[in-house]
T-cell receptor
Framework: KQEVTQIPAALSVPEGENLVLNCSFT??????LQWFRQDPGKGLTSLLL?????REQTSGRLNASLDKSSGRSTLYIAASQPGDSATYLC??????????FGTGTRLQVFP | DVKVTQSSRYLVKRTGEKVFLECVQD?????MFWYRQDPGLGLRLIYF???????EKGDIPEGYSVSREKKERFSLILESASTNQTSMYLC???????????FGQGTRLTVV
C-alpha cells in the first residue's frame, strides 16, 4: 500500500530564506507527483506536476524534483516571502488517476 | 484557467438529513473526484468518476453515494447525514491526457 510522508510537519523561517520541503513515498511505481498549496479553510492550488519520466519542474521561485528510485521528491522555495505561508501537500498518482496525499508541511514565513 | 466550483462554502445540516454537495468543472475533464479532509487524517478519497455515469469507490465510500449525469457535474450525496461526516469536502477534476488535478474551494460541512 502506497504511503506518502512529508517532513517536516511544520516550519517557521524568516523572510528571504531558501527552503526545502521533503516528500517520500513507499512505492516507486507512480504515474506522476503533484505539489499543492492550501491556505487555511480553502481548497488546494496546484503548484507543480512532475510526470514519472521527468526529474524536475520549475515555476517562478518554485522548483520540484523527483527521484523515483529512492521514493523522494523535494520542493525548493527560493527567497521565501510572508505570502508563501500556507500548508504544502504532495500527492502521488497511482493507476486510475487517483491521488494519494501526504499530511502536509505547514510553513510560516515571518517578516 | 481551469475552474472547479463547489456549490457551497459552508453548510450546516441536521443528523438524518439527505445532503447534496455539487461540483462543476469547466475544462471538459473526464475524471472527477470527491475527497474529505480531516485534521490528522489528511485527504481521503471518497468516490471518483472517470466518465459520465461511471463511478468507483475510493477508500472511504461508506455513507456516501455519487451521481454524474453530465460530464461537467459530479454530485456527492450523504444519504443520512451523521455527526462523523462533519468535515471539509473537496472536489477535484483532471483529464486523461494531462492528469494534473485541480481542486475546488472546498465545502465545510457541519452536521449537528
Amino acid at each position: 500500500k502506497q504511503e506518502v510522508t512529508q517532513i517536516p510537519a511544520a516550519l517557521s523561517v524568516p523572510e528571504g530564506e531558501n527552503l526545502v520541503l521533503n516528500c517520500s513515498f513507499t512505492d516507486s511505481a507512480i504515474y506522476n507527483l503533484q505539489w499543492f498549496r492550501q491556505d487555511p479553510g480553502k481548497g488546494l492550488t496546484s503548484l507543480l506536476l512532475i510526470q514519472s519520466s521527468q526529474r524536475e519542474q520549475t515555476s517562478g521561485r518554485l522548483n520540484a524534483s523527483l527521484d523515483k528510485s529512492s521514493g523522494r521528491s523535494t520542493l525548493y522555495i527560493a527567497a521565501s516571502q510572508p505570502g508563501d505561508s500556507a500548508t504544502y501537500l504532495c500527492a502521488v498518482m497511482r493507476d486510475t488517476d487517483k491521488l494519494i496525499f501526504g499530511t502536509g508541511t505547514r510553513l510560516q514565513v515571518f517578516p | 484557467d481551469v475552474k472547479v466550483t463547489q456549490s457551497s462554502r459552508y453548510l450546516v445540516k441536521r443528523t438524518g438529513e439527505k445532503v447534496f454537495l455539487e461540483c462543476v468543472q469547466d475544462m471538459d475533464h473526464e475524471n472527477m473526484f470527491w475527497y474529505r479532509q480531516d485534521p490528522g487524517l489528511g485527504l481521503r478519497l471518497i468516490y471518483f468518476s472517470y466518465d459520465v455515469k461511471m463511478k468507483e469507490k475510493g477508500d472511504i465510500p461508506e455513507g456516501y453515494s455519487v451521481s454524474r449525469e453530465k460530464k461537467e457535474r459530479f454530485s456527492l450525496i450523504l444519504e443520512s447525514a451523521s455527526t462523523n461526516q462533519t468535515s471539509m469536502y473537496l472536489c477535484a477534476s483532471s483529464s486523461y491526457m494531462n492528469t494534473e488535478a485541480f481542486f475546488g474551494q472546498g465545502t465545510r460541512l457541519t452536521v449537528v
